[in-house]
């Protein structure tokens, strides 16, 4: 199933095929990584278990005065390693499965790139293109105050997903902080740096997807400034992603967002095409471009592949009509089971999301490093140690994939499956 072009919901996939649910994905992956590493079926359903799931109900006062009623959801995958850290999605299609599967991801993801978490994630069910910034704030303080008991920088840290961005971030931190009593900047990742950011999180999950890009390519001796790439998303992700591979020498020729893409094949002008957007509100309609759907972006003949969107659209009909080489996962998920296996059998190099958008995880622990102690990086230091990061756990799953005869999916899940099953281990189950 691919994604309709006209206005789908942003986030909400449907899923006529419920193998190709969100969650489903996940306990493929898991269940895979299982099998490799031989673990026994009591270990197999510890890691499939969610520790902890909060469902709460978000009454909004709209600005007219009327009330409705939001679902909130957070979830806490794991919290063998450490506190949860996760994304807070603001979608009308959220639901407690996808929240499930994105706080699993994130689990395997902190381990992965050796961050000291667990794995959470949290969602609200609103659309946050239909409410004012006054509604948006009410939403979230009500939020933060539903699911207080179970949030903290020692118990799970929130950053943002599709739909928030770093104010929501700060009305979450500044909700929980005043409710305590004092600031406590550490509770948020991804906030403003006048309430205790990080310089260099904004571009972070995009930066670490061109890092893995160019060492995916390097690993078959090709450059970034050699190929060309389309990009689906253009949030968070997904612009900063197609902006610094336009900036690494690769001609971006398409992109697209929720309501359609735009092509030209001697490249886009990603800078222009950025500023087209922040004052229409969507890629579509940029001059000296032709007009191109989400699905059909997918299946353009590019060499890079990077869906930075929602989960899901590369399933085994969409995934048989790729002509990249290399798929960069930006987004979570976004990639079914049965999408995976037509992309192997085709010989796609698929770097996969829990490796691939890992940077954004990777600056947010710096932003909590540097929150607990008071101390801030430059961003030198931040790009750096990022990048040293990305390149070392991308060499690592690369090393056992090659080893294994495995995919980068399946050595990545094998090497965060493992890291988590140690930890679960070595603590050993209470009582
Ligand atoms: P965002 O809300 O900033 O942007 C989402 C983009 O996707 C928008 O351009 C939107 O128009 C587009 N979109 C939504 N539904 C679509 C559809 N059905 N078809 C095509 N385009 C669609 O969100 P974001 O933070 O950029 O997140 C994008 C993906 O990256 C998500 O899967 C998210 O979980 C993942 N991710 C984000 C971060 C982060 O730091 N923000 C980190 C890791 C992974």
């Not at 099998?35 to 799931?53: K, N």
């Not at 976004?334 to 691939?356: N, Y």
């Not at 947010?364 to 801030?376: G, K, L, M, P, R």
């Not at 790009?383 to 399946?410: F, G, K, P, Q, Y």
Request: proline share 5%; hydrophobic share 40%; charged share 20%.
């Amino acid at each position: 199933m691919g994604h309709a072009t006209s206005s789908p919901s942003p986030g909400s996939p449907v899923h006529p095929d419920p193998g190709a649910a969100p969650l489903a994905t996940a306990q493929a992956q898991l269940a895979r990584a299982v099998e490799i590493l031989g673990y026994d079926a009591g270990l197999h359903e510890v890691l499939a278990t969610p520790r902890r799931e909060l469902r709460v109900a978000v009454p909004l006062r709209r600005d007219d005065g009327a009330v409705q009623v939001c679902t909130g959801y957070r979830v806490q995958h794991n919290i063998s390693r450490g506190p949860g850290k996760g994304g807070l999605r603001y979608a009308p299609g959220v639901d407690l499965d996808e929240v499930r599967a994105l706080a699993m991801w994130m689990t395997w993801k902190c381990a992965v790139v050796d961050v000291p978490y667990g794995g959470a994630k949290g969602g609200v069910t609103i659309d946050p293109h239909a409410h004012s910034a006054a509604e948006l704030e009410r939403v979230t303080r009500r939020y933060t105050s539903e699911i207080m008991p179970i949030i903290g920088p020692e118990r799970d840290i929130m950053a943002p997903d599709i739909g928030t961005n770093e104010q929501t971030m700060a009305w979450v931190m500044d909700t929980y902080s005043v409710n305590r009593g004092f600031t406590i900047p550490a509770v948020t990742t991804g906030k403003p740096l006048a309430v205790g950011g990080s310089l260099g999180r904004p571009t972070a999950t995009s930066q670490g997807v061109v890092h893995t890009a160019r060492a995916a390519l390097r690993a078959d001796g090709v450059e970034l400034a050699e190929v060309t790439a389309a990009v689906q998303g253009f949030g968070k992700v997904g612009s900063h992603a197609a902006r610094l591979l336009h900036e690494a020498g690769t001609r971006v020729v398409a992109v697209s967002d929720e309501h359609g893409g735009v092509r030209r094949a001697d490249g886009l002008d990603v800078t222009a095409l950025i500023e087209h957007v922040t004052r229409t509100g969507s890629v579509t309609g940029f001059a000296d471009a032709d007009a191109v759907s989400n699905d059909d972006l997918l299946a353009l003949d590019v060499d890079v592949l990077v869906p930075a969107a929602v989960e899901g659209v590369l399933d085994g009909e969409t995934a048989g009509h790729v002509k990249a080489r290399w798929v960069v996962e930006g987004a979570n998920g976004p990639t079914t089971s049965e999408g995976d296996r037509v992309l192997a059998e085709r010989g796609v190099v698929v770097v996969p999301d829990i490796l691939a958008n890992a940077g954004g995880v990777v600056v947010s622990y710096f932003e909590w490093v540097q929150a607990n102690q008071a101390y801030w990086w430059t961003e030198r230091e931040i790009a750096d140690r990022l990048e040293h990061r990305m390149l070392a756990s991308h060499e690592a799953v690369a090393d056992l994939a090659r080893a294994e005869s495995v995919t980068l999916r399946e050595a990545a899940m094998t090497i965060g499956v493992r890291r988590v099953a140690e930890a679960h281990l070595i603590r050993g189950l209470y009582p």
